[in-house]
């Protein structure tokens, strides 16, 4: 598929098949692609846990405050990306320029697990309202958390949305 085309069929999936489990090699392959993702300096800043069964069901509920993000009951993995270690010159680069690369290598990461998450034919939902400090617990981890994305089959029921979104007047100029 061309990446316009999976562009759009990419979307934030919020009704999962609870029933479909999803495939170890359609796992792995979205971490290949993860771990091919730009990052400044090549620092790659980041760490990627896997949850699965009552670790998922655990995370989830520490992204579900204030009636927030309820479908994750039914997604049956959840991909939490936290900091990791900044390389020396991406720190500096960081420092000097006041741009928080790290940030922006994660962005990046989750644009690529999601694109291919589309690709194995997977909903996933990027999930920024979440619980630093209780999945924190849960996974054992000491670094703070960023996102997490759900992935899992989306319900059958489920429908492609026509995307909203600003119109690229507003978004781009030119200038030459
Ligand atoms: C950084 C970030 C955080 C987000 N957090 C949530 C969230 O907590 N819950 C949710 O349902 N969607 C969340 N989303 C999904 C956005 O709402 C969604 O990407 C946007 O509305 C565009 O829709 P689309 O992904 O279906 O094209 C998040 C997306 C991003 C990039």
Not at 18 to 45: F, H, M, Y
Request: proline share 3%.
């Amino acid at each position: 598929m061309k990446f316009n085309e999976l562009s759009k069929i990419r979307q934030s999936c919020r009704n999962y098949d609870p029933d479909r489990e999803v495939e170890q090699e359609k796992i792995d392959a979205i971490l290949e692609t993860a771990c091919i993702a730009p990052s400044a300096c090549n620092g790659q800043p980041y760490h990627i846990t896997v949850c699965q069964g009552e670790t998922a069901k655990k995370v989830a509920v520490a992204c579900q405050s204030f009636g927030m993000n309820k479908f994750l009951d039914n997604a049956k993995i959840l991909i939490v990306i936290s900091e990791g270690k900044m390389v020396t010159i991406s720190k500096i680069g960081s420092k000097a320029s006041q741009i928080d690369y790290r940030s922006i290598d994660i962005g990046i990461l989750s644009a690529y697990i999601t694109s291919e998450a589309a690709d194995q034919g997977l909903g996933s939902c990027i999930i920024g309202w979440l619980n630093d400090k209780k999945i924190r617990e849960v996974i054992d981890l000491d670094k703070p958390v960023r996102l997490v994305i759900a992935l899992g089959y989306a319900n059958p029921n489920d429908v492609l949305r026509n995307k909203k979104r600003k119109d690229l007047n507003d978004l781009v100029r030119f200038r030459g």
